[in-house]
C-alpha cells in the first residue's frame, strides 16, 4: 500500500467514533417507543450538530456534493447531506425488526434476482457506502434470499453489538473476514443457496486498490471483493438502497458480472472490468440521489 492509499485509509477508518453502545441502545428505545414519525424530530438537532462541529465532514461533504450536484454545495446542501444519513441510519431500526410495512418501496432490477434464485444460486451483493443496505432484507423475503453481511473484525464487532441491541436473532447474520475459515464459511453459505453483502468502495487495512475513474477523477476502490467473488465463482449484482425522503425507497439491483463464467485466463481482466462497473453504477445513483453518499470523508485523497 502507497503512502498516499495508507493516508487515504486512516482518514476514515483511524477516525474516533462520535457514538456508543448506550447511545445506540436509547435511540432503540426512543425509536420503538415513539414511533418512526415521532422519534424523527430529534433527527433535525442531531444534523445540525453535526454541521457545526465536524468540520472536516463538512468539508468531504461539500467537496463530494460540488462533484455529484455539478455546482458548489450551499449550508443547506450540507445539512441535508447528514439528515439523510441520519434518516437512514434511524430507519435501521425499523428494517432489522422486520417492520417493512412503514416504508413505500419501489424495486428496479428485481427479475435478476428472481433469476439467479430460480438458478438456486448464491449472490454476492456489492453496494457501497450509499443508501440503506438493510433495505436488501425486502428482497430477501420475497425471494428468499438468506443474507450475510461479510465485514472485518473490528466493523463486523461494531455491527454484531448493533444487530444484537435492535434484534438479537440477527446477531449471527454478520460474517468477520481476515480469519483463517472466513472464506470457507461464505463458500459454504454460497453454495447453500445463501448470499452474501459487501460494501466495496472503502479500503481497509492490508487491502489493495486500483484507482478508478470516479465523479470526474481517479479513486481508489479495493480490490478485494472482486478477488473473493471470482475465487468462488460468483455471480456480483450491484445493489442500492436509495432513501428518497419521507418513508420512500426505492431499491436498485443490476448485474455486475458472472465469475463462473469467466476463465482463469480471463480473472484478471474481469476483476478490472467488473470493479469499473461497479464504479460507473455507483456514480449513476451519485448523480441521481446524492444525499445518499455516506463517506464523509476525502474520498479522493486529494492534498489540502
Sequence with gaps: ?????????????????????????????????????????????????????????????????????????????????????????????????????????????????????????????????????????????????DAKMLMFPDNARKVTAALTAINPALADSVIALGRPESVLRVRDHLESGGSVGILADRMLEGDKCREVAFLGQPAPFPIGPWRLASMLGAPVVFMAGCYLGGNRYHLVFEPVVDFAQVSPQQRTA???????????????????????????????????
Design 1 to 145: 500500500m502507497t503512502r498516499a492509499q495508507q493516508a487515504h485509509r486512516a482518514e476514515w477508518a483511524t477516525r474516533p467514533e462520535r457514538s456508543s453502545m448506550l447511545v445506540l441502545r436509547l435511540m432503540v428505545w426512543l425509536s420503538l417507543k415513539l414511533g418512526r414519525r415521532l422519534s424523527r424530530l430529534i433527527l433535525y438537532p442531531i444534523a445540525a450538530y453535526f454541521v457545526v462541529f465536524a468540520p472536516s465532514a463538512k468539508r468531504a461533504s461539500k467537496a463530494f456534493l460540488g462533484r455529484a450536484l455539478g455546482r458548489t454545495a450551499r449550508v443547506k446542501d450540507g445539512f441535508r447531506h447528514v439528515l439523510t444519513f441520519a434518516s437512514v441510519v434511524h430507519d435501521r431500526v425499523y428494517w432489522l425488526r422486520g417492520r417493512n410495512d412503514l416504508f413505500d418501496i419501489t424495486v428496479s432490477g428485481e427479475h435478476h434476482i428472481a433469476a439467479l434464485r430460480q438458478q438456486g444460486r448464491g449472490i454476492v451483493f456489492a453496494g457501497g457506502h450509499f443508501g440503506s443496505f438493510e433495505a436488501l432484507r425486502v428482497i430477501g423475503e420475497r425471494h428468499g434470499v
Design 270 to 304: 474481469a476483476i478490472d472490468a467488473a470493479q469499473q462497473r461497479f464504479a460507473a453504477l455507483l456514480e449513476a445513483r451519485c448523480h441521481e440521489a446524492p444525499w445518499n453518499w455516506f463517506n464523509f470523508y476525502d474520498f479522493w485523497n486529494n492534498p489540502t
